[in-house]
């Protein structure tokens, strides 16, 4: 029995078996069809906003309106009481009457005196002075149209109608309160459909934007562009529970100049608010995204490593040995991330069994099905990265 063990120690004996290559679960690298977009955050405002004030001194007789509610232009709102006003203007009337009976009495006198200068029985000086008579009463009636003018307008203004359509809030003074010009805003109304947001974007996404715009100008009708609909860029609002307002905006406003102490330039978008969803000083975050999809190489993020040296995958190459590439990624699209250099498409990358391998090994490759994305449905992700979003959904669907 000695002399077996002795013998199973001599070198030159079998052997062991090599090892097995490692088994991993490998994907083809494919180009998809995204809408790149990214994400900041916004103001909503009224599209119109109008604050009521009185414009006459006196007493709130009515408020005729549902405070909250909506109204439509020229409703009444408030009355104020119009006696003194309807006074001052009956008054402005009977002086207007009283001025026109004294032209007319001055006319009558001016062409008298002219009948007697021509027979020689009245001296031209009298006759230059009923002339003048005749331009003071001119005047005078003047003056008291203008009085009356001015009094109808007191007797319309006891009257506060709604200049806009729009949804009001609540009343600062109630019925019985004294309410004059210094009083302030007596209410607010809003017109709320469409709503505007404005946000600010860096100067490299703004430059983007413009240029964007400028190649769709080439050959192309400016004011169809502008409409809604025909922009390059679609700007969306994600609501504070994650999820895609309905209606996508269009670009109403550019402002003409860089703020320098932020570098950033002013941006205006309006939305469809049918539904009044939106209130005006909500903070919302504003997404853009492209219109028309455009083809990058996706990855899934799982297949995406990263170290001190930034992002890589493992490549399986021809002879089925692992390569460690360096890639330099994009944007994520819920569980997928963009890939802007390092891989091409058809190229395999190591998806499973990440932890078996390391690289310049030989591995046995199996072709595996990439995870499917749950929240796939829900547009934009939440949170941006590379100046867009990076969250848990997936890409938005191509427009085109």
């Avoid at 100046?387 to 427009?399: E, L, N, Q, S, V």
Wanted: net charge negative; charged share 25%; with cysteine.
């Amino acid at each position: 029995m000695c002399s077996l063990l002795i013998l199973g120690c001599v070198p030159g004996g079998d052997a062991p078996p090599a090892a097995e290559p490692p088994s991993v679960g490998v994907i083809a690298v494919t180009e998809e069809r995204v809408n790149p977009y990214f994400e900041f955050v916004g103001k909503t405002r009224a599209a119109d906003t109008v604050a009521l004030r009185a414009r006459v001194t006196g007493f709130l007789l009515e408020r005729a309106f549902q405070e909250g509610g909506q109204v439509e232009t020229d409703d009444l709102l408030f009355r104020i009481e119009p006696e003194q006003y309807q006074a001052s203007l009956a008054q402005a009337e009977a002086q207007l009457s009283a001025a026109e009976a004294s032209l007319n009495r001055a006319q009558v006198d001016l062409a008298r005196y002219q009948e007697l200068a021509k027979a020689k029985n009245v001296s031209q000086q009298k006759v230059d002075e009923a002339q003048a008579e005749v331009l003071v009463q001119e005047a005078a009636v003047e003056t008291a149209q203008a009085d009356i003018q001015k009094a109808q307008l007191n007797v319309d203004y006891t009257e506060i109608r709604a200049p806009i359509a729009g949804r009001i809030d609540l009343a600062a003074f109630d019925v019985g309160n004294l309410v004059e010009p210094a009083s302030g805003v007596l209410a607010t109304i809003n017109r709320m459909d469409p709503i505007k947001v404005a946000f600010s974007i860096a100067e490299t996404w703004y430059l983007e934007l413009a240029q964007a715009g400028a190649r769709a100008r080439q050959g192309q009708d400016p004011d169809e562009l502008a409409a809604p609909g025909k922009q390059h860029f679609v700007p969306q609002i994600r609501l504070p529970d994650g999820s895609l307002y309905a209606h996508d905006g269009w670009f109403d406003f550019f402002d003409n100049k860089v703020d320098e102490t932020t570098g950033t330039v002013l941006i205006r978008a309006q939305f469809p608010n049918p539904d009044q969803l939106l209130l005006p000083g909500q903070f919302v975050t504003v997404v853009i995204e492209r219109r028309e999809a455009v083809s990058a190489v996706v990855v899934p993020q799982a297949a995406l490593l990263t170290d001190q040296g930034g992002s890589y995958v493992l490549v399986v190459g021809d002879d089925d040995k692992v390569e460690r590439r360096r890639v330099k990624t994009g944007q994520r699209f819920g569980t997928r991330q963009v890939i802007e250099e390092g891989l091409e498409s058809g190229e395999r990358i190591v998806l499973y069994g990440i932890q078996k391998v390391r690289p310049g090994i030989q591995v046995r490759p199996e072709t595996t099905t990439p995870p499917g994305d749950p929240l796939a449905a829900t547009g934009p992700s939440s949170s941006g990265e590379n100046g867009g979003g990076d969250g848990d959904d997936a890409a938005p669907a191509a427009r085109d």
